[in-house]
């Protein structure tokens, strides 16, 4: 038997009509919950900045592997993946954005000519992925 709500109708149409959910945290909540997130990222960025700035590209591009830059890939990537984690309350999404922001900072290390009919396919295997994997996610949802 389910409880008879106390609001009046007139207001519980108007909740109904903007897709309130009774159980919902409120976003800045959510901001502020996974704040840790962001404060994680800092070091990193500030890691990011000091090489760029003291270190000559020569220097950190053979490391560890050969014409690589991992030493400035590896910081770029994890600070990206903590801050967009938390600028989209969805670790995956940041997971996945940062990736392809650490490979256009590969391709350009590695000289590679960007013009706008190589962006496109890049970009276009980005949607189609996530595409797919939200409609991955969304039938685990209904299944359970």
């Given at each position: 038997?389910?409880?008879?709500?106390?609001?009046?109708?007139?207001?519980?149409?108007?909740?109904?009509?903007n897709?309130?959910?009774?159980?919902?945290?409120?976003?800045?909540?959510?901001?502020?919950?996974?704040?840790?997130?962001l404060?994680?990222?800092?070091?990193?960025?500030?890691?990011?900045?000091?090489?760029?700035?003291?270190?000559?590209?020569?220097?950190?591009?053979?490391?560890?592997?050969?014409?690589?830059?991992?030493?400035?890939?590896?910081?770029?990537?994890?600070?990206?993946?903590?801050?967009?984690?938390?600028?989209?309350?969805?670790?995956?999404?940041?997971?996945?954005?940062?990736?392809?922001?650490?490979?256009?900072?590969?391709?350009?290390?590695?000289?590679?000519?960007?013009?706008?009919?190589?962006?496109?396919?890049?970009?276009?295997?980005?949607?189609?992925?996530?595409?797919?994997?939200?409609?991955?996610?969304?039938?685990?949802r209904?299944?359970?």
């Open positions: 038997m389910q409880a008879k709500s106390r609001l009046r109708p007139e207001v519980k149409q108007a909740l109904l009509k897709h309130v959910k009774f159980n919902d945290i409120s976003r800045p909540r959510k901001y502020i919950k996974h704040l840790p997130l404060i994680l990222s800092i070091p990193f960025y500030l890691l990011v900045n000091y090489t760029l700035h003291n270190i000559y590209p020569q220097d950190i591009a053979n490391i560890p592997v050969y014409n690589s830059y991992l030493g400035i890939l590896i910081p770029f990537f994890i600070a990206n993946t903590f801050s967009l984690s938390y600028f989209f309350l969805n670790s995956k999404r940041g997971f996945d954005i940062s990736l392809f922001l650490t490979l256009i900072l590969f391709l350009k290390l590695q000289h590679f000519i960007f013009e706008y009919w190589w962006f496109i396919p890049i970009v276009i295997v980005f949607v189609i992925y996530e595409k797919f994997s939200n409609t991955v996610e969304q039938e685990k209904s299944r359970d």
